[in-house]
């Protein structure tokens, strides 16, 4: 790529609307490198009406550099779509475009679901380098296998929950332990940076595991993920770690 990413020149009333000056530059000039004929960007937005004007405004400001950008609408919540996109149902574009307004965790989760890249603000701590366009890198996730051969994300976590009282037993297979515990004890799984599963119970000491299945013989139990409850589940679930699935780009 070219030794740096351009930035706005001037003072530009749309930029400070939008906030993310170096992001417009930046998905101009990803669009320009890629090799589609045409790059269609998918922009990811919050609900609230400046996030509507935000993502608008961006989408005319590229327009008039011949881009052309779709509003996918509100980054997906945990408890909206949880079902892996089909292949018809994946956005037809080439990245995504996060604009804020929502909190980050669905922007990442939906560009994990979508296996799509993601050009998203750089994080406060870093600086932009000045060696490249770009700065890309790659994180793991927790793929959730749902009933029906359905994929969910988590970003950071997850925790089931029995909705039962005097629940009984759940079933666990931590690799290839198998474990009994009681099923009211909630059961939260985070990701490591060393990529793996640490699981937490007050039922039995913590384990760094590579694959997860949790199941219980009757009853329904609770999937939050990311902090925000998902959706009820009554068949067993399975979670791992899924490397390098989220893409991130920085300008």
């Not at 292949?87 to 799509?116: E, I, K, M, N, T």
């Not at 366009?133 to 089931?160: K, W, Y």
Request: charged content about 25%.
């Amino acid at each position: 790529m070219p030794s740096r990413t351009p930035r706005a020149s001037g003072a530009d009333p749309a930029g400070s609307e939008l906030g993310q000056e170096g992001l417009l530059p930046a998905a101009v000039r990803l669009a320009g490198e890629l090799p589609a004929a045409r790059a269609v960007v998918g922009i990811l937005r919050g609900w609230g009406q400046a996030d509507r004007d935000r993502a608008r405004t961006l989408r005319r400001r590229l327009a008039r550099q011949g881009i052309r950008a779709v509003d996918l609408s509100p980054a997906p919540e945990a408890a909206q779509g949880h079902h892996a996109p089909r292949a018809r149902q994946r956005p037809r574009v080439h990245f995504l475009l996060y604009v804020g307004g929502s909190p980050q965790d669905r922007a990442l989760r939906a560009a994990a679901l979508w296996d799509l890249p993601l050009l998203i603000e750089r994080p406060p701590h870093e600086s932009p380098s000045e060696l490249i366009g770009f700065s890309a890198h790659r994180r793991d996730v927790i793929g959730i296998h749902l009933p029906g051969d359905d994929l969910d994300i988590a970003v950071r976590q997850a925790t089931i929950t029995c909705l039962q009282p005097h629940a009984g037993s759940a079933s666990l297979l931590l690799d290839n332990e198998k474990i009994t515990a009681p099923a009211e004890q909630p059961l939260r799984i985070y990701l490591t940076s060393q990529g793996v599963l640490q699981v937490h119970s007050d039922a039995f000491a913590t384990r760094r595991v590579g694959r997860l299945r949790y199941a219980r013989p009757w009853g329904a139990y609770r999937l939050d993920i990311d902090g925000t409850p998902a959706l009820d589940v009554r068949a067993p679930l399975r979670l791992e770690p899924m490397p390098g699935r989220l893409h991130l780009l920085h300008p």
